[in-house]
């Protein structure tokens, strides 16, 4: 098992940035692959970035590359959503996810995820 714990959340303005962090405890397995996605009440749980834990190789969705930075700190045991340019269309409830799988190539879809965290809230408006 492991537990996940995102926070950062908050309401900002368009163009502005905000930092997401998922604390990562309890771990009983080697993690392989972490992800961030996000999810409005209308919209399906879609990929936002991903990090392979042993090549650091990082993929990012196309509507958020080149804002959004993903990135982790060893001995914090944490994974990071730096997101800058914030747009409207930017605001939903942020995920982390984790996966003791190896994965190669981007990993969009949610149920290739096993351990999720609660979710924190980022509002972007205009």
């Known amino acids: 098992q492991v537990q996940l714990v995102e926070s950062g959340g908050g309401l900002v303005q368009a163009g502005d940035s905000l930092n997401l962090t998922c604390k990562v405890s309890?771990?009983?397995?080697?993690?392989?692959?972490m992800a961030w996605f996000r999810q409005t009440p209308e919209k399906e749980r879609e990929f936002v970035a991903q990090?392979?834990?042993?090549?650091?190789?990082?993929f990012y969705a196309n509507s958020v590359k080149g804002r959004f930075t993903v990135s982790r700190v060893l001995n914090k045991g944490a994974l990071y959503l730096q997101m800058n340019s914030l747009k409207p269309e930017d605001t939903a409830v942020y995920y982390c996810?984790?996966?003791?799988?190896?994965?190669?190539?981007?990993?969009?879809?949610?149920?290739?995820?096993?351990?999720w965290g609660q979710g924190t809230q980022v509002t972007v408006s205009s």
């Open positions: 309890r771990v009983t397995f080697a993690i392989n692959t």
């Open positions: 996810a984790a996966s003791r799988k190896v994965y190669r190539t981007p990993t969009t879809a949610p149920t290739d995820y096993a351990h």
């Open positions: 990090e392979d834990y042993i090549s650091r190789t990082t």
